[in-house]
């Protein structure tokens, strides 16, 4: 894929080091001359420029691009150039960061917003799964809020243990979509048994989240 990136600091020249190792071609765009440093990350296209102003963008060529992702420190910037990236130049796939949660209301579909990635967000997320056994906890929401990734450990005492995944009867909108077990990942099967410790990842509307609880005994 042909990927630009709006900001070019330490997140934006991390996601671009990643993406070039997954043989993707990376355009980073910084407004900063302090920041433009194209030795950091040689193997990108870099391009001086406000990633703001519709010319600097077609002079850029993101109308090539499959995906757009606005990475700046600053929320306002990150909105604008998603919704230049949609509106303007069509770009499939728009996944800009939030930088406060606050403002994670505002990084939906009506801004040119596909994915909104909210760090705060992720590491409280990251925190509570560490320590929630037998809870619920959200790591990731979906297309806008119609859909979460969560998670929830299994106690020692869970009564799930040995029974198998076909006997926990989950609601309509919920889907179990990985188990890890130890350093396994392991994706379910009907006939897999379940055992104490183990983390259940589902993708679920936010609406049945507490019917998935009822279904594992919580």
């Not at 043989?23 to 407004?31: A, K, S, T, Y």
């Not at 505002?106 to 037998?134: H, I, N, Q, Y």
């Not at 259940?200 to 049945?208: C, M, Y």
């Amino acid at each position: 894929m042909r990927v630009a990136i709006a900001g070019a600091g330490a997140v934006g020249r991390s996601i671009a080091a990643e993406l070039i190792a997954g043989d993707h071609q990376v355009m980073l765009i910084e407004r900063l001359q302090s920041q433009f440093e194209p030795h950091t990350v040689e193997q990108a296209e870099w391009v001086l420029a406000d990633a703001c102003e519709l010319s600097s963008l077609e002079d850029a060529g993101m109308q090539l691009c499959d995906v757009v992702i606005a990475a700046t420190g600053d929320d306002k910037v990150n909105l604008v150039v998603s919704l230049l990236a949609k509106t303007v130049f069509a770009v499939r796939r728009v996944v800009a960061r939030v930088n406060d949660p606050a403002n994670e209301w505002l990084f939906t579909e009506a801004w040119g917003v596909d994915v909104a990635v909210s760090t705060p967000r992720m590491l409280a997320a990251m925190v509570e799964e560490a320590v929630s056994v037998g809870d619920l906890v959200r790591l990731l929401t979906l297309r806008q809020g119609q859909a979460n990734l969560v998670e929830l450990t299994l106690p020692d005492d869970t009564p799930l243990a040995g029974r198998a995944v076909r006997d926990v009867v989950l609601p309509k909108d919920a889907a179990l979509v990985t188990i890890l077990r130890g350093g396994r990942v392991i994706v379910p099967q009907p006939d897999d048994p379940l055992e104490a410790g183990d983390e259940l990842l589902f993708v679920a509307s936010a609406d049945v989240e507490g019917e998935i609880r009822k279904a594992l005994g919580y």
